[in-house]
Nanobody, 126 residues
Framework: QVQLVESGGGLVQVGGSLRLSCAAS????????VGWFRQAPGKEREFVAA????????SYADSVAVRFTISRDNAKNTGYLQMTSLKPEDTAVYYC???????????????????WGKGTLVTVSS
């Protein structure tokens, strides 16, 4: 079992920045792909970004590719999502999830993730 706890969400103005963290416990995070997803009110959950277990490969949704950066610190058992130039449409609950296979098509579809956190709310105000 892997327990995931997201933190770092909050209220931010348009154009601002936030860094989300995903702290893992129960098992080492180093063997897992870390993914970030989000769900806005009234919308389906969508893929945001993913990083391979080694950290050498990343993937982003087109809507965030030039503004968000995913990273990880395996020594701290933590994944991160640095968000900049935030827009009102970035408002959502952000979830981290892990899977032990870098099958990016599956990950981008949000299928088969092994463990999920409970999410952290990001609100971007205009």
């Amino acid at each position: 079992q892997v327990q995931l706890v997201e933190s770092g969400g909050g209220l931010v103005q348009v154009g601002g920045s936030l860094r989300l963290s995903c702290a893992a416990s129960g098992r080492t995070l180093s063997g897992y792909v870390v993914g970030w997803f989000r769900q806005a009110p009234g919308k389906e959950r969508e893929f945001v970004a993913a990083i391979s277990a080694s950290g050498l490969s990343t993937s982003y949704a087109d809507s965030v590719a030039v503004r968000f950066t995913i990273s990880r610190d395996n020594a701290k058992n933590t994944g991160y999502l640095q968000m900049t130039s935030l827009k009102p449409e970035d408002t959502a609950v952000y979830y981290c999830a892990v899977i032990n296979t870098w099958h990016i098509a599956t990950i981008r579809a949000g299928y088969g993730m092994d463990y999920w956190g409970k999410g952290t709310l990001v609100t971007v105000s205009s």
